[in-house]
C-alpha cells in the first residue's frame, strides 16, 4: 500500500536549520510529484513546496522562497525539504503528499512537528 513517511522535525532556534525526509514506499516515486504542506495551530494546511516528476521543476509558497529547498532522490525513495533561517512562524506539523497542489494530492503522511523557538 501507499505509505508516505515524513521524519526530521524537532525543535530549533530562530535561524537554524532542519532537513525533513520524505520516504515513500508502496508507488514508484518518479512517476509522481511530491508536496510539503504545513499546518499550523488554529490555521489552515497550507502548501509550502512541490516538485515535479517529470522536469524536476519547483513550487515555493513565497514565505519561504530563497530559505527552503525541495529536493528528491528517486533511487531512495525519498524527497527532502531543507530547511535554513527558520523563523518562529515556521511552526507547524509538515506533511507530504503525492501530488502537487490539493485537487491533485491523494495520499498524505502523518507529519512530522516542527518547533521554532528561543
Known amino acids: 500500500q501507499v505509505q508516505l513517511v515524513e521524519s526530521g522535525g524537532g525543535l530549533v532556534q530562530p535561524g537554524g536549520s532542519l532537513r525533513l525526509s520524505c520516504a515513500a514506499s508502496g508507488f514508484t516515486l518518479d512517476a509522481y510529484a511530491i508536496s510539503w504542506f504545513r499546518q499550523a495551530p488554529g490555521k489552515e494546511r497550507e502548501q509550502v513546496s512541490c516538485?515535479?516528476?517529470?522536469?524536476?521543476?519547483?513550487y515555493y509558497e513565497d514565505s519561504v522562497k530563497g530559505r527552503f529547498t525541495i529536493s528528491r532522490d528517486n533511487a531512495k525513495n525519498t524527497v527532502y525539504l531543507q530547511m535554513n533561517s527558520l523563523k518562529p512562524e515556521d511552526t507547524a506539523v509538515y506533511y507530504c503528499?503525492?501530488?502537487?497542489?490539493?485537487?491533485?494530492?491523494?495520499?498524505w503522511g502523518k507529519g512530522t512537528l516542527v518547533t521554532v523557538s528561543s
Open positions: 516538485i515535479s516528476n517529470t522536469d524536476g521543476s519547483t
Open positions: 503528499a503525492r501530488g502537487c497542489f490539493i485537487p491533485a494530492v491523494d495520499y
